[in-house]
């Protein structure tokens, strides 16, 4: 079984950082999904799916994939670009692109 530990990103709905500073450890699916045939719903009879862990440090999730024993892959985060932009940047004079209306 191999688990995915990744740090998520931001929501892109909200400008905020929130449940964005915590590593998850996400188990790989075992067996791929099935069609249930009466009601046309996907499920599946593995329950590890369904779990995600929520750890503090990236130590922390590693320890707990290496205290299982379990096979990890482990996604670094890409570092946001900072962009500094204001609102009066919409009307300066020297603005690249056209004005829509």
Known sequence: MTARIY????NAMQSGQGRSDCWVVEHEPQTPR????LMGWTG???TQAQVTL???TK???IAYAERLG????LAEPTPRKHVRKSY?????FGRIGSWTH
């Open 59 to 61: 130590a922390e999730a």
């Open 34 to 37: 099935e069609i249930d045939p």
């Open 70 to 73: 379990l096979a990890y892959v």
């Open 7 to 10: 740090k998520p990103a931001k």
């Open 44 to 46: 599946s009879g593995n």
């Open 54 to 56: 929520e750890f503090d």
């Open 88 to 92: 009066s940047d919409n009307f300066k």
